[in-house]
């Protein structure tokens, strides 16, 4: 069983930036693959970004290419998402989810433990 602790969350204005912080626990694989969904009210959970193990690899929702950043700290089991130029669509209940053997590194069915979330609101 793994557990995640999403922190960082909170209300910003458009262009400000954020670094969310998810702390690992539990029974990894140590390291193992980890990525940030989000989700607002009537929408699907959506796909934020993905890393690798190692942190060599890390892909991106293309709403969110070029201003968030997903990078780890293994020794800290560790991973952020450094969110940069937000926007208020970006704003969101935002989970870090562990990346399961089976499913999609896109989709929720990919990944089998999840955070409670942390709230980001940027205002215009």
């Known amino acids: 069983q793994v557990q995640l602790a999403e922190s960082g969350g909170g209300l910003v204005q458009a262009g400000d930036s954020l670094r969310l912080s998810c702390a690992i626990s539990?029974?990894?694989?140590?390291?193992?693959?980890m990525g940030w969904f989000r989700q607002v009210p009537g929408k699907e959970r959506e796909f934020v970004a993905y890393i690798t193990p190692t942190g060599s690899l890390q892909y991106y929702a293309e709403s969110v290419k070029g201003r968030f950043t997903i990078a780890r700290d293994n020794a800290k089991n560790t991973v952020d998402l450094q969110m940069n130029s937000l926007k208020p669509e970006d704003t969101a209940v935002y989970y870090c989810?562990?990346?399961?053997?089976?499913?999609?590194?896109?989709?929720?069915?990919?990944?089998?433990?999840w955070g409670q979330g942390t709230q980001v609101t940027v205002s215009s």
């Open positions: 989810a562990h990346r399961d053997i089976r499913g999609s590194t896109y989709k929720i069915d990919g990944y089998d433990y």
């Open positions: 539990g029974r990894t694989r140590s390291p193992d693959p």
